[in-house]
């Protein structure tokens, strides 16, 4: 026997033509402003930089609005350039050190900011904030002060507690002069990494840790078993960003090495610029190293998700 | 219809005769205010803008000056972007690409045949006093701004390369100024061990253009080299001057008598930094670093920093940059206009920039006459000896004699190898026969490419 329900007295009145989308295309109304904006500002340079990469293309040519098709020569040409391997090289190398000693210290000063009892670290959460406020550009030049040679304070204040006899040429030296660079990039860029570790800490809630504390665990414990799962997710989150990023680095290298000495800090955004950015302007070289650069950091984007971020979940 | 004998228009000339018979009444009393306001830079172009631009690498206050001065004299606007040295041809193309307006801009030489290659540069050959200007050109600047016979632009400011030492170090080592390169070693060897420098040398070896390169191609003409040939075949092989002039420089690194610093300094860097007194010597690089070196408010021991010539004979090398006029333009005449102002004689027809550059920041001029008048020897008198620096510009080639590819498009990127590879074999990396045969292969890349 069919029950006819009574409509619901508190439900508004329903008007002919605006019924309540449904869940799927009100989310796709309400993501589209995004898509589009995204789209213009996002894929189409991006799209563009790959059409250029297949075309032989100079400023003449951008000017004229004529771009001869090259296939894939510049592709050809971009594997055949040791110089572009070594950036790629030194790239990687410049990633690695930078995306792991970004996580431990994000992770690290996460715990230590996070502590609610020590009134400094209200002063430590202020103060991790300032380099991320530094213009990357203007890091990089004090930098390149800290490291002078002869003048710099990094080897004043090294020299000044007995740790070094004589300057180290921590810029200039075909064999620091990488390492030099990475830290003031991390300098700059963890604040990032601590604040998204900071949120998730705040979002772990106190009685898992006060569960283990009566179970005996140590402090050890309860980081390696509650803590450290749990900020799983957002250590891969930052693992993609930092890694994308990172990736692209040009400001540090650019006021501190310019590349220097020889080719010891050649990378792959600085490859790109050079190649596209000073004559003879050579555009489509320099889109497809850029392109190279773009799908390297987009494979290892899936990488992450798929190795680390669905095994979390 | 134009006189391409003397580059003018008959509408030009009766300009100009107008101006001169205005000039000669209210001028009488003084004729070369007369004479000046004669030429063709004294004549209003017949079209009409609202502003120009220009854009240029910076230096001190000099386009905010003649900016204004035009101004002053035409009622235009003048807009500049102004860059640093190293980012200003990315600055320029970049611009060019864009599709912007480009009334003016400038190079060095080193960047000059890539700008006429990509097609930004605009013959000045018919313009009015083009041609006048062109006869007063200096040899250094003849061979720059006249390229395939046709009057490619005007000149910035020319240079040369000279080594400068530290006087009161020098008075330490009770020792006179090196006379050869075995000589420099001696004594660098020798202050090293005293304990009077720990780093005797200055080297001007920071990647760019003209600095680390020319260095190397100073060092590699004074004692008999060059880089190519008038054909275009490089002399780098085995054996060469420039190789074993760059296992020599690589050899002053390795002892320790070449400051570390060396390889990151450019011109101005440089110079500040030899103001500090640490080193005994710094060069070879342009003269007019003794206007920083010496200039008491960047320098602590302004005064001290002394001109000195090159070994054997003397010879060394020097280069001119010049001011262009861009195909960009947005009026011939209006940006030749600026053109003169940046480089070449203002409507009273005196070289104001010239002149300005030279007592203000002790540049050479790319005009002989200016080179020959008073304002050479009274402008640069505060930072040095200017008969010593006269001396040593008589013993200059221009560069590209030395280094033949800088009238090639493709010397920029090789200069991009040059860097990489002298500054690997300066710091050990590899040793000079690499990097010469590096570079060798590196020339058919760039051609290639």
Redesign the interface.
């Known amino acids: 026997m069919a029950i006819r329900s009574e409509p619901a007295a508190a439900a508004p009145p329903v008007r002919a033509g605006r019924r309540e989308l449904a869940p799927g295309r009100l989310a796709l109304v309400m993501n589209l402003p995004t898509l589009l904006t995204m789209a213009l500002v996002l894929a189409y340079p991006i799209g563009y930089a790959a059409w250029l990469s297949f075309h032989r293309v ?3 040519q ?2 004229r609005g004529e771009f001869p098709w090259a296939g894939f020569d510049n592709y050809v ?1 971009l594997f055949d350039d040791p ?1 572009f391997l070594l950036s790629l090289r030194n790239t990687f190398v410049f990633v690695a050190i930078v995306v792991v000693v970004e996580i431990v210290l994000a992770v690290a000063i996460g715990l230590l900011i996070n502590q609610q009892r020590v009134w400094t670290s209200r002063i430590t959460r202020v103060l991790i904030l300032l380099p991320y406020a530094i213009p990357p550009i203007a890091n990089g030049l004090i930098w ?1 002060f800290l490291y ?4 710099g304070f990094l080897n004043r204040i090294l020299f000044t507690f007995g740790l070094i006899e004589e300057p180290v ?1 921590w ?4 064999e620091t002069a990488l390492y030099a660079v990475t830290v003031p990039y991390i300098w700059r860029t963890l604040p990032f990494a601590v604040l998204l570790v900071h949120a998730a800490l705040q979002g772990i809630g106190t009685e898992l840790h006060e569960a283990a504390a009566v179970d005996g665990a140590t402090a050890w414990q309860r980081f390696r078993h509650i803590t450290l799962p749990l900020l799983l997710p957002i250590i891969v989150v930052i693992l993609v960003l930092r890694t994308s990023f990172a990736f692209t680095v040009f400001e540090e290298i650019r006021a501190i090495t ?6 010891a800090t ?1 990378v792959a955004a600085w490859y790109s610029y ?1 190649k596209a ?7 489509g ?1 320099g889109a497809a190293s850029a392109w190279v650069l773009a799908l390297i950091v987009g494979a290892l984007a899936i990488v992450y998700v798929k190795t680390i971020y669905r095994r979390i979940h | 219809m134009r006189d391409t004998a003397s580059g003018w228009s008959r509408r030009d000339l009766l300009g100009v005769s107008a101006g001169a018979l205005a000039a000669a009444v209210t001028g009488f009393h003084d004729p070369h205010r007369a004479l000046a306001q004669a030429g063709p830079w004294a004549v209003a172009p017949k079209s009409k803008v609202d502003e120009l631009n220009f854009v240029v690498w910076t230096y001190g206050d000099i386009y905010t000056k003649i900016s204004k001065k035009f101004t002053e004299d035409w009622g235009v606007k003048v807009n500049g972007t102004i860059s640093a040295f190293n980012d200003h041809p990315t600055k320029l193309m970049t611009m060019f690409a864009g599709g912007e307006t480009i009334d003016v801009s400038q190079s060095s030489p080193f960047s000059f045949a890539n700008f006429i290659a990509q097609g930004l540069v605009e013959p000045l050959d018919g313009l009015p006093g083009a041609a006048e200007y062109a006869k007063d050109f200096t040899g250094f600047t003849k061979q720059v701004a006249i390229q395939g016979g046709k009057v490619m632009g005007l000149p910035y400011f020319s240079a040369v390369w000279v080594w400068n030492y530290h006087q009161d170090l020098m008075d330490k080592t009770k020792l006179e100024p090196f006379k050869s390169y075995e000589e420099l070693l001696e004594q660098c060897r020798k202050v090293k061990k005293d304990g009077i420098c720990q780093y005797p040398i200055l080297w001007v070896a920071g990647v760019g253009l003209e600095q680390l390169p020319g260095t190397w191609y100073q060092m590699t003409w004074n004692r008999g080299g060059t880089f190519f040939d008038k054909d275009g075949r490089h002399q780098l092989g085995p054996g060469s001057i420039a190789r074993e002039t760059l296992r020599w420089w690589a050899a002053t690194f390795k002892e320790e008598l070449a400051d570390p610093e060396s390889l990151k300094v450019q011109f101005t860097a440089s110079a500040k930094a030899f103001g500090a007194g640490k080193n005994l010597y710094r060069g070879p690089n342009h003269h007019y670093g003794l206007n920083v070196a010496n200039d008491p408010a960047q320098s602590p021991t302004a005064g001290k920093a002394k001109v000195w010539g090159s070994p054997g004979d003397g010879r060394t090398v020097g280069v001119t940059h010049v001011y262009f006029l861009c195909t960009a333009n947005r009026d011939k005449e209006w940006a030749w206009k600026l053109l003169q102002y940046l480089g070449g004689r203002t409507k009273d027809g005196r070289y104001t920039q010239a002149e300005n550059l030279a007592r203000d920041a002790m540049l050479g001029s790319g005009y002989q006459s200016v080179m020959d008048s008073e304002v050479i020897k009274t402008g640069w008198a505060p930072w040095g000896d200017v008969a010593a620096i006269l001396e040593i510009w008589k013993k200059a080639t221009y560069l590209g004699e030395v280094v033949n590819s800088m009238y090639q498009p493709w010397h920029f990127p090789w200069s991009d190898r040059l860097n990489i590879e002298v500054q690997k074999c300066l710091t050990g990396q590899i040793d000079a026969d690499r990097a010469c045969d590096n570079l060798i292969k590196a020339i058919d890349e760039v051609k290639r490419a």
């Not at chain 1, 310019?258 to 080719?263: I, N, R």
Request: net charge neutral.
């Open positions: 100079g400023p003449a951008l000017r040409r110089l390149s002078s040679f002869q003048f040429n810029a200039g030296h075909p310019q590349g220097g000495p020889g080719d050649w050079k950015f000073e004559p003879p302007n050579d555009i070289l």
